[in-house]
């Protein structure tokens, strides 16, 4: 497989990542750059450097699979809202993929969208980049779930499959060891049926709701700081300020906010000091704790960095990568891996 991604480092993420699910990572590729006609180090360029994947691909006895991340960093003299040379650009590549065999996943990010909450709508640049593809996905957080660790991984389009079932999967962080984490995909048995454009839509949903709460609690914060007021001067003020009774309920819990029965009716009443606020210790007892926290700090010299944990391979490794000239293949030296850069002249 082949990379072409300036979205991460090789070295402290793409290695970990792989290692993390098992990857034989001599067979992973990273397409660093490639030679223009007076020998100088260049950003690959779709539309100049499609060949130049086949190139790469008889180097290495075959290519499966080439990821480019994200498809818009690639793409210099190609107006990416243009249809035409969209497909002028995307057509050649479809075609090095045919003769190879291989599958091209092209990374792209959401751009705000348009009112009507599609997932095409969703998609930066010109509808091409999803026409031309066989299959085209959409990953969100899981809208009923949007502060969790669940992802939707539903399909836009798909020429070759159902359009309507997608996967829901977890990111899960791993040890690696030599005190080096990593991170990796964990799908769920069986599917989620859901399109890209319902995911969509209720992910929206979910967003707005939040953005409400999130200014219902502002509302409250600032109303609520300096005394405490009478239930229903605080309903009054709130519907007066847009704000619904189910929004203002859930920010009142979400704040802790007491409410207590008096003479006069309901009184809600914002806590004043928050276990570790800011107003939990005066100005002298905090600067108190700061100066003993201060001098319990032993001073870290130089020498102290060669106590830490250190593999010597994986050092040597790493100078050799850093001092070693673009065009020839290398170690990241990342974890002892063989992922290798390949320049392409």
């Not at 290495?60 to 818009?72: T, V």
């Not at 085209?136 to 539903?154: F, K, Y």
């Not at 109303?223 to 009142?252: C, F, N, W």
């Amino acid at each position: 497989m082949a990379f072409i991604t300036c979205e991460d480092d090789p070295a402290d993420t793409l290695v970990p990542r792989l290692k993390a699910v098992g990857a034989d990572l001599t067979r992973c590729h990273l397409l660093d750059s490639v030679h223009d006609d007076k020998h100088l180090d260049r950003p690959f360029n779709l539309k100049t450097d499609a060949a130049k994947l086949e190139e790469l691909a008889r180097d290495k006895g075959g290519l499966s699979l080439i990821i480019i991340d994200p498809i818009s960093a690639y793409l210099n003299g190609i107006d990416s809202h243009n249809v035409a040379e969209v497909r002028g650009a995307l057509v050649p590549l479809q075609q090095i993929a045919e003769r190879l065999s291989a599958t091209v996943i092209m990374v792209s990010h959401f751009n705000k969208g348009t009112p009507d909450g599609s997932a095409m709508s969703r998609v930066a640049g010109s509808g091409a980049f999803v026409a031309v593809c066989r299959s085209a996905w959409v990953v969100e957080r899981d809208p009923e779930n949007p502060d969790g660790n669940r992802r939707i991984l539903a399909p836009m389009k798909n020429n070759i499959g159902d359009d309507r079932t997608g996967f829901a999967f977890v990111i899960e962080h791993c040890n690696l060891g030599n005190a080096i984490e990593g991170s990796r995909v964990r799908f769920e048995l069986g599917s989620v049926h859901i399109g890209a454009d319902q995911l969509v839509r209720a992910q929206m949903a979910s967003a707005d709701k939040r953005r409400a709460l999130g200014e219902a609690k502002a509302f409250l914060s600032d109303l609520l700081t300096d005394l405490d007021m009478p239930e229903i001067e605080i309903r009054d003020a709130a519907e007066r300020s847009g704000h619904s009774m189910r929004t203002l309920q859930r920010a009142k819990g979400a704040l802790g906010i007491k409410s207590s029965k008096r003479a006069d009716g309901w009184w809600w009443e914002l806590p004043r000091k928050p276990i570790g606020g800011p107003g939990l210790f005066d100005e002298q007892e905090r600067q108190e704790r700061q100066d003993c926290q201060t001098s319990e700090q032993p001073e870290v010299g130089i020498n102290d960095c060669e106590e830490l944990p250190f593999n010597s391979d994986q050092g040597q490794d790493c100078q050799e990568f850093e001092t070693e000239s673009v065009g020839t293949l290398g170690d990241v030296g990342y974890l002892e891996s063989d992922f290798c850069r390949k320049s392409i002249t």
